[in-house]
């Protein structure tokens, strides 16, 4: 039973626009969402996080969504750059100091 | 920041050889460490979470006897794979979590066993 689910293995984007990354979760639990980008063989590197008193944060060119009715959150990258191609993760955390609940993953492309 | 380093990044081992791993907190303390398992174009899966000074829990389906823990210090877990075999080839990544919903991440383990 996946409580964190990416249903979109791949997405490919042009360079310039905007890359949406959506991520679903079913654990109600659920308190604080994570963000991921990581290269084969190389362990994950964090990009921007969510607490769920919040719908919205913002880093730079990275933006995370929280809709907690609908159990969903996306990150937006734009503008979207050759080197953001890699694989994202998105993860959720019960609480502080419990491990994190990864999906799937979704490979992101960015054609120049 | 808080950096986990990881050793080996990979490692190939004869079937039946048993492999360990360290992660090493090189500038925090942790009390607290998770350990994953990633198959080729899958999730990273947790395996069990250590607490240094007690036993490791795991998580269902994994083997404790095969799969052993030891988090013996606050900046030191190891991981050993036992009797390897190689339905164990894989990628292993630790994670400590940090203060205010932190977590950091080691650089991972290939392991191959032939």
């Known amino acids: 039973d996946q409580q964190v689910k990416q249903n979109s293995p791949s997405l490919s984007v042009q360079e310039g626009r905007i890359s949406i990354l959506n991520c679903d979760y079913t654990?109600?639990?659920?308190?604080?969402f994570l963000w991921y980008k990581k290269y084969p063989a190389e362990g994950p590197t964090f990009l921007i996080s969510?607490?769920?008193?919040?719908d919205k944060n913002e880093d730079g060119r990275f933006t995370v969504f929280l809709n907690k009715s609908a159990k969903h959150l996306s990150l937006h990258i734009v503008p979207s750059q050759p080197g953001d191609s890699a694989v994202y993760f998105c993860?959720?955390?019960?609480?502080?100091?419990?491990?994190?609940?990864f999906g799937k993953g979704t490979r992101l492309s960015v054609i120049a | 920041g808080a950096v986990v380093s990881q050793h080996p990044s990979r490692v190939i081992c004869k079937s039946g050889t048993s492999v360990k791993i360290e992660c090493r907190s090189l500038?925090?303390?942790?009390?607290?460490m998770f350990w994953y398992r990633q198959f080729p174009k899958q999730s990273l899966m947790l395996m069990a979470t250590?607490?240094?000074?007690?036993?490791?829990?795991?998580e269902q389906g994994v083997e404790k006897d095969k799969f052993l823990i030891n988090h013996a210090s606050l900046t030191l877990s190891t991981l050993t794979v036992t009797s390897a075999h190689p339905e164990d080839s894989s990628f292993y990544i630790c994670?400590?979590?940090?203060?205010?919903?932190?977590?950091?991440f080691g650089s991972g383990t290939r392991l191959t066993v032939v």
């Open positions: 994670s400590a979590s940090l203060q205010n919903y932190g977590y950091t």
């Open positions: 250590s607490n240094e000074g007690s036993k490791a829990t795991y």
């Open positions: 500038d925090f303390q942790a009390t607290t």
């Open positions: 654990n109600s639990m659920f308190d604080y």
């Open positions: 969510i607490s769920s008193i919040k």
């Open positions: 993860a959720a955390s019960a609480s502080g100091n419990t491990p994190l609940v």
